[in-house]
């Protein structure tokens, strides 16, 4: 995911969306954010808190084989997903509860197939409170993405002694030397920072000392020193999910795209909105369906411009997003619920099959409805990963199936299945979604998957991914036609019509190459990134880097119009494990990489945003100027 989005996403304040029908009647707000769901109920917080990155293995791994797993159409309850519930003990059980600070952004929900059953416009707010929860007292949740803050807030002579909060799925709880209460889970702890407890008299913030007193095994209350009782006092802890969380990803964010606005849209999964309890008990653990999710960030990411889920009663996943001149974002990836939402005349308005079906939606400027929503797949298994679109409002999509009767048109560039595992696809969709402009297989007698997808202005299309057959179709004259090693990556150009090969090559050596990013220039040449493990990665006299750092870098390659040469191609990374996740070209023909390194001895400029490594695994932006890096920066961010 591109590094700046993920560094402003962590950074944004909670959400809270008011429930109107999108989860159960009980629940009065919810709230997502990285790694967990918030649900609020008249005197319960309940959090579905997801394991350290657990994301699916094939969307962890720099080495993927297919994103198509075979995972069950209705998941069953796992330990992947711990819940953890903060009941308040004795308390009015309904208080006046009310969003404050209402947002601009809107939530939007497309579960089902039924559209009666959606929601749109959903306001959010930044904070809720709950009026009277206890005599004279008032609590308040506020938050970030990876820490929720809630407030008691007491009126004078109110009497804190009452306050008792209960954790259900806790094993135990203990206050640790700092006086943070540590709340032990199965398996995991999440950390309550010591509470800060004040009272504002003649402007003035003045701290009372206090904290945490435990009641039982799994009840807890507070403890004021001396403080005067004729002034409102605030008590005020933290849970913090970053602890837990380990540095998750953006809730499973698998792509990104950005305006002419510098807006971003990032697609993903997420955790249904599914509230995680019995007819009367908490589970403590769940497994939930997961839902597909495209979310706007204004150009500064200090808020959210929307958020639109999308979804049945399985596993729904976004993988690529695209966003056309008017706002309108286009999101691909895979279902395997029978019931995803789609529109009337879409080109395929049922389940195909399989595992999974790749699915083609496209939002509306403001996210609050589906201008178009297919599914795109034949009788087994079909993922659509990336996706792009082209002035004239035609969506291109590529990915993988293993479908023999994946939908194809005549006059196709390849109109059978190669007989590999997997072949990589090409498909244009026209404006509406309703038919197939052109639909092509393109692979051969190996596993072949289509990663990344770049249209020119002239209608040519050019698609980079990963290939293991010794017999992917290549042309006369590419720069290279014979596979390398285990595992190549391969660029192919497609005429506008996706009946011929312009040209198609393979990109790789001795070892694992892969194509993951790929753009096209004004002059038709292309510029290629991925991570590769070959020692002989081809490069060209002069490139920055010649030869391999560690265990893996990431590569840059620019190849010249027709596919027959390399303008300059490169190593880009460390002594450890390196890899390029996307690319972009500006008008003058400068590229911009980013990806992931693990690597101190990155290579960086003097000057750049951050040239020292984070740790753990960075991300990365570099700027090459007509075949040399002219800017370099690791920027921290969790991977």
Request: charged letters at 15%; proline letters at 4%.
């Amino acid at each position: 995911m591109d590094a700046r989005v993920r560094q402003l996403y962590g950074q944004l304040p909670l959400s809270f969306e008011l429930n109107q029908g999108q989860s159960d009647p009980r629940v009065k707000f919810l709230s997502r954010g990285q790694g967990y769901t918030l649900f609020l109920t008249a005197t319960e917080a309940v959090l579905s808190l997801r394991a350290p990155n657990n994301l699916p293995e094939h969307c962890r791994s720099t080495r993927r084989t297919s994103f198509a797993l075979p995972l069950p159409k209705r998941p069953t309850a796992s330990r992947d997903c711990s819940v953890l519930g903060i009941k308040l003990e004795r308390a009015n059980r309904n208080p006046q509860i009310s969003g404050v600070d209402q947002l601009a952004g809107r939530s939007n929900y497309f579960i089902g197939d039924n559209p009666k059953n959606w929601h749109t416009a959903i306001p959010t707010f930044g904070r809720v409170r709950y009026s009277g929860i206890y005599p004279g007292v008032d609590l308040l949740y506020r938050g970030s993405q990876r820490q929720l803050e809630y407030d008691f807030v007491l009126a004078p002579q109110s009497d804190p002694d009452g306050i008792e909060l209960r954790f259900a799925g806790a094993k135990r709880l203990r206050v640790d030397q700092e006086g943070n209460l540590v709340v032990q889970m199965a398996g995991r702890q999440v950390i309550e920072h010591a509470p800060v407890i004040y009272q504002e008299i003649g402007g003035r913030r003045r701290p009372v000392a206090g904290g945490y007193v435990l009641k039982s095994r799994d009840k807890v209350g507070f403890k004021l020193a001396s403080y005067d009782h004729h002034n409102p006092v605030t008590i005020d802890p933290s849970l913090a999910y970053s602890i837990y969380l380990g540095g998750s990803s953006v809730d499973g964010g698998l792509g990104v795209a950005v305006d002419s606005s510098g807006d971003a849209y990032v697609t993903g999964f997420t955790d249904s909105s599914d509230f995680p309890t019995r007819a009367r008990s908490l589970q403590t653990t769940f497994g939930g369906v997961r839902d597909a999710f495209v979310t706007k960030l204004n150009s500064t990411g200090s808020a959210l411009v929307y958020s639109t889920y999308l979804g049945g009663s399985g596993y729904d996943a976004g993988l690529g997003v695209a966003v056309d001149s008017s706002g309108n974002a286009y999101v691909t990836g895979q279902t395997n619920s029978t019931d995803f939402p789609t529109t009337a005349g879409a080109l395929q308005a049922s389940f195909g099959g399989g595992f999974f079906d790749a699915f083609v939606s496209k939002l509306n400027n403001t996210g609050s409805a589906l201008v178009y929503s297919t599914y795109l797949g034949g009788s087994n298994s079909d993922v659509g990963v990336g996706i792009t679109v082209d002035r004239s409002s035609n969506a291109y999509i590529t990915g993988e199936t293993i479908s023999t009767d994946f939908p194809t048109t005549p006059g196709a560039l390849q109109a059978l299945l190669g007989g590999g595992f997997f072949d990589a696809f090409v498909t244009k969709l026209n404006r509406t979604g309703s038919s197939l402009v052109y639909s092509t297989y393109l692979g051969g007698s190996g596993l072949d998957e289509g990663r990344s997808v770049a249209v020119s202005s002239s209608g040519n299309v050019y698609v980079t991914g990963i290939t293991e057959s010794k017999d992917f179709p290549t042309s006369l004259g590419a720069l290279q036609t014979a596979l390398g090693g285990i595992e190549d990556a391969f660029v192919s150009k497609l005429n506008s019509t996706g009946s011929v090969l312009v040209y198609s090559t393979y990109l790789g050596d001795s070892s694992f190459d892969e194509g993951l990013g790929i753009a096209v220039d004004r002059s038709g040449n292309t510029y290629v990134t991925g991570p590769t493990s070959s020692s002989d990665f081809p490069t060209t006299l002069g490139a920055l880097q010649a030869t391999l750092g560690g265990l893996g870098d990431a590569f840059v390659s620019k190849l010249n119009s027709t596919g027959s040469a390399l303008v300059y191609s490169t190593y880009l990374g460390g002594s450890s494990a390196d890899s390029g996740f996307g690319i972009a070209v500006d008008p003058s023909g400068n590229a911009y990489v980013t990806g992931s390194t693990n690597s101190s001895d990155f290579p960086t400029t003097a000057g750049a945003l951050q040239t020292t490594f984070g740790g753990s695994a960075d991300a990365f932006v570099s700027k090459f100027l007509f075949g040399r890096p002219s800017s370099a920066t690791a920027q921290a961010s969790a991977n």
